[in-house]
């Protein structure tokens, strides 16, 4: 029988991101994007509900069986602990395991742009931080909110599912609550939160019109709103919270929308080759009177130019942060290349950078000089 604490443990010595269990296969751990088979023999059905039973217990387990999907998350000794999706697949128990680091990183070390920092001052609105799946967006804002707590008297309530990073009270209180424990799901959480006196909320999901609804609703009131969407840009993300709503209110999301938004952060992972290791790449967009007037008129293929053409401001797009990481010497060339917005343009800038850092630099003397 193997015992997932085993698995698990191992798994924190190898500093995987991720841990897969799936039976008639050894556990698989992801390192750096790469799947690696673990040194255990193949997962049996009777070792898959095992582990399941033992992280859960008999109630949650019942659960699990009818609904046939279960999130949850569990810890081992040494205070490490698991994001956990338990599924089936082809009638069998498959489980998913997502490493969440015991501390909170500091916004320094994960080297996003200084802008991001500033987000942190703000008094009200909105910031959405989005991505793909594993892509940072909770570690993301685990170190917002850890550099609000070192520097205001904020009172900060957090909805998430589950509870990832646990957050120690500084100049903050926190309070961490999770959806199906603490709360019976988003909505409900941001419902009572109103009445809680926050300064500021995180949502772990705009996942439903509910949610996205009373999300809006805090930023609208006077609150400062983190939360994420499965999207790529901003662009996207945008259109993704008008289209949850039914057409006829659309008109008047983008108007709330357009009043509370105050950036979207876009970011995606890259292997760092300085390290051992992973690097965000962001996509920034600030809310300027510019950006408000694209949402609010629904001109939103417009924003792309706005972030491209507002660079003094702090924005940037995708591709101006895989090629200021691949320039600090973070990330691989190719994958540079590859992984952008457009390749051939990424290929002549990075050409074009190295070229002028080949050239000799010549010096003229000035008249009057000192020699």
């Known amino acids: 029988m193997i015992d997932i604490k085993n698995v698990l443990a191992m798994a924190i010595e190898n500093r995987a991101s991720d841990v897969h269990i799936n039976v008639g296969m050894p556990p698989v751990l992801r390192k750096d994007t790469e799947l690696i088979d673990m040194d255990f023999p193949p997962v049996t059905d009777d070792d898959a509900r095992a582990m399941v039973l033992a992280m859960v217990g008999p109630e949650k387990m019942k659960k699990f069986q009818e609904q046939r999907d279960l999130d949850f998350s569990t810890e ?17 128990i498959a489980i998913s395991f997502r490493v969440i680091p015991n501390q909170v990183h500091s916004i320094d070390d994960l080297h996003v742009a200084p802008i991001i920092k500033e987000l942190t ?5 909105l910031v959405l931080v989005t991505g793909h799946t594993g892509s ?16 205001y008297s904020k009172r900060i309530i957090t909805l998430e599912d589950p509870v990832e990073y646990l957050m120690e009270n500084e100049k903050c209180m926190i309070e961490q609550r999770e959806i199906g424990s603490d709360c019976p799901n988003f909505a409900s959480g941001l419902r009572h939160a109103l009445r809680q006196d926050p300064d500021i909320i995180m949502v772990g999901e705009m996942r439903d019109l509910e ?4 999300t809006i609703t805090a930023a609208e009131t006077g609150h400062l709103v983190f939360s994420t969407l499965h999207t790529i840009n ?3 993300s945008i259109e993704r919270i ?17 009043n509370t938004l105050q950036a979207v952060i876009s970011q995606t992972l890259f292997r760092r080759v300085d390290e051992p290791g992973m690097v965000p790449c962001t996509e920034i967009l600030l809310c300027t009177s510019a950006t408000r007037n694209c949402i609010r008129e629904n001109r939103i293929y417009e924003i792309p130019n706005i972030i491209e053409t507002s660079r ?3 924005m940037q797009t995708m591709d101006n942060s895989i090629a200021d990481m691949y320039f600090k010497g973070f990330i691989d060339r190719e994958e540079a290349i590859v992984r952008s917005g457009n390749p051939g343009k990424m290929e ?8 002028m850092n080949t050239e000799p630099q010549t010096v003229t003397a000035t008249a009057g000089a000192e020699s």
């Open 312 to 314: 003094r401001l702090g």
């Open 136 to 151: 940072g967006k909770s570690t993301t804002l685990a170190a917002m909110l850890g550099l609000i707590n070192q520097r």
């Open 121 to 125: 001052d703000l008094p009200r609105g």
């Open 76 to 92: 081992i000794s040494g205070g490490h602990r698991f994001r956990v999706n338990a599924h089936y697949q082809r009638d069998t």
């Open 348 to 355: 002549k800038m990075l050409v074009a950078a190295g070229k």
């Open 242 to 258: 008008v289209d949850i709503y039914p057409a006829g209110q659309q008109n008047q999301i983008r108007t709330m929308l357009a």
């Open 211 to 214: 949610t996205t609804s009373y």
């Open 234 to 236: 901003a662009p996207q």
